[in-house]
């Protein structure tokens, strides 16, 4: 039930995080003034929700290194990502961010010994070239200024992704995501002073949004689906993002998609999707062995 649980928190947060690539394009607002509304907002939202909730006795604990290290990753992650974005193609920026992944999945085979499943190493690869396909670029893209910030978005998202691994399982989720939010609006916060983001008016409209999509649901739907799911599972799922980043596109602006983009969707959606019916699969075969075993100990 619990890895059920963290597969669907896995796909919800993916579709939170998958609107992010849109909706930058929509507004001229730096890396800075979206990663503040990002966290700011987001933690805003999430205290209302731990009112409403009456959670707040779970966040009275003292936090560990891994929590405070993934609030800290987080604003960095998404101004790496954001300034790629600004700064060369959206399908290079996504590329680099999407090396996060594997990264993630070799840290935790050394870090915590967590095996490599032969099928889900053949998915991960038929994900990342999904991305390929999906995305298209050539090589004079990564002669972009934002390739840099891409590679760095993508190691620390790699990093962001082993440090809530390391999150002890005892930890409740709402003090996972009190002090990520915490750490992660502290962090931001000393480069929104020195360089205060010029917002105009709808921009506000914007990043109201982008605080309570891809701050508040994504964040703790991300926390909660990465306490129970091994970083090559969570990886393989996340990878859905930028396929429904390109879906949005499709919906909201009329975008087309080509065969060769279809097939890169198609990769992607089977490689993302397939380990949670197989994972349902084995969880109905056990039931049904438990069954019969004990109708024949009866």
Not at 249 to 277: C, D, K, N
Request: charged fraction near 10%; proline fraction near 5%.
């Amino acid at each position: 039930m619990s890895r059920r649980k963290g597969y669907t928190a896995a796909l919800l947060a993916t579709a939170a995080m998958g609107s992010l690539g849109v909706i930058v394009r929509q507004t001229t607002v730096s890396a800075t003034g979206i990663t503040g509304a990002r966290m700011g907002f987001g933690f805003v939202f999430f205290l209302l929700y731990l009112g409403l909730s009456g959670q707040w006795r779970q966040i009275r604990m003292r936090p560990t290194w891994p929590m405070l290290l993934s609030g800290l990753l987080i604003p960095l992650i998404i101004m790496a990502y954001v300034h790629a974005i600004q700064h060369s193609p959206l399908a290079i920026a996504a590329v680099l961010l999407y090396t996060g992944p594997p990264l993630a999945v070799t840290f935790s085979r050394f870090l915590f010994k967590e095996t490599l499943r032969l099928l889900n190493g053949f998915l991960l690869v038929m994900a990342f070239s999904g991305l390929l396909f999906l995305v298209g670029f050539s090589a004079d893209d990564f002669l972009s200024p934002g390739t840099y910030s891409g590679l760095l978005a993508g190691l620390l998202y790699g990093f962001y992704i082993t440090s809530n691994r390391a999150i002890a399982a005892s930890v409740p989720d709402a003090a996972r995501s009190f002090y990520q939010f915490l750490v992660g609006s502290l962090t931001v916060l000393p480069f929104i002073i020195l360089s205060p983001p010029e917002i105009q008016g709808i921009d506000w409209c914007w990043l109201l949004f982008i605080g309570l999509s891809t701050g508040f649901f994504a964040i703790i739907l991300m926390v909660y689906a990465l306490k129970r799911l091994p970083a090559q599972e969570y990886g393989l799922i996340s990878y859905l993002e930028p396929l429904i980043g390109a879906l949005w596109g499709l919906t909201l602006f009329s975008e087309s998609l080509s065969r060769r983009q279809l097939i890169g969707g198609a990769l992607i959606l089977i490689s993302g999707l397939l380990p949670v019916f197989l994972r349902r699969g084995e969880t109905r075969a056990k039931g049904l062995r438990k069954v019969i075993c004990g109708r024949h100990g009866d």
